[in-house]
């Protein structure tokens, strides 16, 4: 009863009070002082008392081969009486394995807890990647299906550390194998918090998709891309940001002259603008060719759906209440519209 609390734990009972007191012993009349000195004394422990040690927890949790070891958290070791060896002599489990059975290979991938600055060694890091890819039967990373592996996949794994030193697991890749052109979509692994506030990442994702689509160079294309299709190459964060893909485009490429009559969907309320109204139907006008006030009125609603049906919704699809809107000075007869729009298409081909 009095052992435990003066030595600390019950490991190091088990393993040094054999060689300090001999079977049998009994100390009613020894001095307390003295016999805490000793134990103190003790308490540095030769190269074999380590091993001793260890080798004691791999037989109270009934580990058969000394190389699984590496899954043993640290805690167990202190649990046990082993606070002693972590400090000064060893800065982690790693450091004591290695030093203690030097002729055992260990494999510290399959360390739940790494040891401090684990993740900073890209050595580590590759090697963590190797192991995945040969756990799905991939000869190399280079060569992985990584959109095989979710993130809480990598996280069991024992990659929570390797996550967290990178934005994405693209970005892992990217680093660790700049000799191939990886993809945004090329993992399932979930990006942090905040990742996609950067606008640099956004059109990195974008010139991605871009690639994807077959037109590298030539991002204006991308009007023509609808939000489902951006989605399912993974890009449902960035309609968080941007609600429509014109106000996406329009941040990622402000370099470019976007015109919001090529997009399916516009941002809520633009066509309550009586500006944005005239600056389409001025665009309308070059297209159909419209030279007096009267060649409006052959312009059907078929015709006009090429602008996109944004604006036709916001003004009930009749055809007369955009021109009131866009021209408002002009006196406009919805009577010669409803006339003249059954031969409009026709009339359109010859003019």
């Given at each position: 009863m009095v052992l435990r609390p003066l030595v600390g734990s019950v490991g190091f009972s088990r393993v040094f009070l054999p060689s300090v007191f001999p079977k049998g012993f009994l100390f009613p009349h020894a001095s307390l002082r003295s016999f805490c000195k000793v134990i103190?004394?003790?308490?540095?422990?030769?190269?074999?008392?380590?091993?001793?040690?260890?080798?004691?927890?791999?037989?109270?949790?009934?580990?058969?081969?000394?190389a699984d070891l590496v899954?043993?958290?640290?805690?167990?070791?202190?649990?046990?009486?082993?606070?002693?060896?972590?400090?000064?002599?060893?800065?982690?489990?790693?450091?004591?394995?290695?030093?203690?059975?030097?002729?055992?290979?260990?494999?510290?991938?399959?360390m739940k807890q790494k040891p401090k600055g684990y993740w900073k060694d890209r050595k580590n890091q590759r090697a963590f990647l190797e192991k995945l890819a040969k756990e799905k039967n991939f000869t190399s990373p280079l060569y992985a299906d990584w959109s095989q592996f979710t993130t809480q996949y990598i996280k069991e794994s024992g990659g929570t550390g390797l996550l967290n030193e990178y934005g994405t697991f693209v970005d892992a890749l990217r680093t660790l194998y700049p000799e191939k052109q990886w993809k945004m979509n090329a993992a399932r692994a979930k990006v942090a918090n905040h990742y996609w506030n950067s606008l640099d990442r956004q059109r990195e994702f974008m010139d991605d998709v871009c690639r994807?689509?077959?037109?590298?160079?030539?991002?204006?294309?991308?009007?023509?891309?609808?939000?489902?299709?951006?989605r399912k190459l993974g890009g449902a964060s960035l309609l968080k940001i941007h609600s429509t893909m014109f106000q996406l485009l329009s941040a990622v490429y402000p370099?470019?002259?976007?015109?919001?009559?090529?997009?399916?969907?516009?941002?809520?309320?633009?066509?309550?603008?009586?500006?944005?109204v005239r600056e389409l139907m001025e665009k309308a006008k070059v297209h159909f060719r419209i030279q007096t006030d009267d060649d409006w009125y052959r312009i059907s609603l078929n015709q006009f759906r090429i602008f996109?049906?944004?604006?036709?919704?916001?003004?009930?699809?009749?055809?007369?209440?955009?021109?009131?809107?866009?021209?408002?000075?002009?006196n406009w007869l919805a009577s010669k519209i409803s006339s003249r729009a059954k031969k409009s298409s026709q009339r359109h081909l010859f003019n």
């Open positions: 103190q004394r003790r308490r540095t422990w030769d190269e074999a008392e380590q091993r001793d040690f260890v080798l004691s927890v791999q037989r109270d949790l009934g580990i058969s081969n000394i899954e043993v958290p640290r805690k167990e070791f202190t649990r046990r009486g082993g606070g002693a060896l972590f400090g000064k002599r060893f800065a982690s489990t790693k450091e004591l394995l290695v030093s203690l059975f030097p002729d055992v290979s260990f494999d510290f991938t399959r994807i689509q077959g037109h590298p160079s030539d991002p204006s294309q991308l009007c023509h891309l609808s939000a489902q299709k951006l370099d470019y002259h976007w015109d919001i009559s090529d997009f399916k969907r516009v941002p809520r309320g633009h066509w309550d603008s009586v500006e944005n996109g049906k944004g604006v036709l919704d916001r003004y009930d699809y009749r055809f007369i209440n955009i021109l009131r809107i866009a021209y408002p000075e002009k």
